[in-house]
T-cell receptor, first 113, second 115 residues
Framework: AQSVTQPDIHITVSEGASLELRCNYSYGATPYLFWYVQSPGQGLQLLLKYFSGDTLVQGIKGFEAEFKRSQSSFNLRKPSVHWSDAAEYFCAVGRNAGNMLTFGGGTRLMVKP | GAGVSQTPSNKVTEKGKYVELRCDPISGHTALYWYRQSLGQGPEFLIYFQGTGAADDSGLPNDRFFAVRPEGSVSTLKIQRTERGDSAVYLC?????????????FGPGTRLTVL
């Protein structure tokens, strides 16, 4: 069965600093990987997704993620964090048929001024 | 255009009662998903509809949970004999056709509290 692990429950960074959120997955076939962001009172919003091809994918709001098959990882990065990026971030893997998502436990990002 | 909407936004009920949660997907989306998000956790898959039929209900925790989508659009998640452990945010998502490359768009959720 597939699973997703986000090792960091909370991360605090200073505004303007770089960010990396870790995600490790377990999946028997080629994984379809996603990063979602959830802000208070709002629904989950897709940041980016990886299916195949270039292992570095660009998303919205200046985020990018790199797929590393050898490490079973799909880490999310941003070069310079803004206060508005404070939210909860979820990594997910999609199953084959129907694309039901298996989510990690999430990482809560706090941004210091 | 309109996104996925869910009603009610909040539902408080007593243990043992029956509840219905509604989801209106994005118009034209044939795939519809229900997830449950408990406090401090990531969403967990419950059930997936393709059109009117439940294509995969392997995530439903027990037979107290049931969902329908009779006309292939609006869906209702039904919970019988609610228990305190059912308290969570119930999320609905829709995608164009359920393909692996299709983006799932999520609604704001219904927060269910069972007293």
């Amino acid at each position: 069965a597939q699973s997703v692990t986000q090792p960091d429950i909370h991360i605090t960074v200073s505004e303007g600093a770089s960010l990396e959120l870790r995600c490790n997955y377990s999946y028997g076939a080629t994984p379809y990987l996603f990063w979602y962001v959830q802000s208070p009172g709002q629904g989950l919003q897709l940041l980016l997704k990886y299916f195949s091809g270039d292992t570095l994918v660009q998303g919205i709001k200046g985020f990018e993620a790199e797929f590393k098959r050898s490490q079973s990882s799909f880490n999310l990065r941003k070069p310079s964090v803004h206060w508005s990026d404070a939210a909860e971030y979820f990594c997910a893997v999609g199953r084959n048929a129907g694309n039901m998502l298996t989510f990690g436990g999430g990482t809560r990002l706090m941004v210091k001024p | 255009g309109a996104g996925v909407s869910q009603t009610p936004s909040n539902k408080v009920t007593e243990k043992g009662k029956y509840v219905e949660l509604r989801c209106d997907p994005i118009s034209g989306h044939t795939a519809l998903y229900w997830y449950r998000q408990s406090l401090g956790q990531g969403p967990e898959f419950l059930i997936y509809f393709q059109g009117t039929g439940a294509a995969d209900d392997s995530g439903l925790p027990n037979d107290r949970f049931f969902a329908v989508r009779p006309e292939g659009s609006v869906s209702t998640l039904k919970i019988q004999r609610t228990e305190r452990g059912d308290s969570a945010v119930y999320l609905c998502a829709s995608s164009l056709a359920g393909g692996r490359t299709d983006t799932q768009y999520f609604g704001p959720g219904t927060r269910l509290t069972v007293l």
